[in-house]
């Protein structure tokens, strides 16, 4: 099982729309935990931080859920720019390695 | 943004020769990493440094070797350079505190 797993997609999502998304991680002691955005042929550049008790930048929201060992990523009234790959980041316990999910892939149609 | 650039940003080599790319970053980050990225396996980490002289592997490190002389510079050497090489690689500098990691613009290879 991969440490960290996302749902690769894509998520076609109509202008507008909400799309939301999860990333399951397996060490159940990691301790920080990021949505990165990705765009083809670039380099990921932070979107998020996710804290336990959720938060929200904007369009998007980030929760936390330590219990089932799950963080999600809520996008609010998609813009076509929005188009892109979101990585799940985890911050395993030993060390100060992150480890990357292999990315969900969101495209806003018109 | 972080200041982290690599070079080469290209480059078409041929199997079995020696490839050094190279990643310097201005932000005085002790945390450097490098990572490869392929369709259906996403980032995978490399090898990375602690600082200076201080390195360690990854979870697909065979082929490869780094090195870390300054804060700034850390570069990836591929020894002898085979066709499952052919990659986009980046290099990634991490904020003392952890919390965020800053990534070059990448540095596609091609190994014929």
């Known amino acids: 099982r991969k440490e960290v797993e996302q749902d690769p997609g894509p998520f076609n999502v109509p202008e507008g729309a909400t799309v939301a998304f999860n990333c399951t991680y397996s060490?159940?002691?990691?301790?920080?935990f990021f949505w990165y955005r990705q765009d083809c042929r670039k380099e990921p550049k932070l979107l998020m931080s996710?804290?336990?008790s959720g938060n929200e930048d904007g369009r998007f929201t980030a929760q936390l859920n330590r219990a089932s060992q799950y963080i999600s990523l809520l996008i609010r009234d998609s813009k076509l720019s929005d188009s892109a790959t979101y990585l799940c980041?985890?911050?395993?316990?030993?060390?100060?390695?992150?480890?990357f999910g292999g990315g969900t892939r969101v495209l806003v149609k018109p | 943004d972080a200041g982290i650039t690599q070079s080469p940003r290209h480059k078409v080599t041929e199997t079995g020769t020696p490839v050094t790319l190279r990643c310097h970053q201005t932000?005085?980050?002790?945390?450097m990493y490098w990572y490869r990225q392929d369709p259906g396996h996403g980032l995978r980490l490399i090898h990375y440094s602690y600082g200076v002289k201080d390195t360690d592997k990854g979870e697909v490190s065979d082929g490869y070797s780094v090195s870390r002389s300054k804060t700034e510079d850390f570069l990836l050497t591929l020894e002898s350079a085979t066709s499952s090489q052919t990659s986009v690689y980046f290099c990634a500098s991490q904020t003392d505190s952890g919390n965020t990691i800053y990534f070059g613009e990448g540095s596609w290879l091609t190994v014929v």
């Open positions: 060490n159940s002691a990691s301790q920080s």
């Open positions: 996710v804290y336990s």
């Open positions: 932000e005085n980050h002790r945390y």
């Open positions: 980041v985890v911050n395993r316990a030993a060390g100060n390695k992150l480890t």
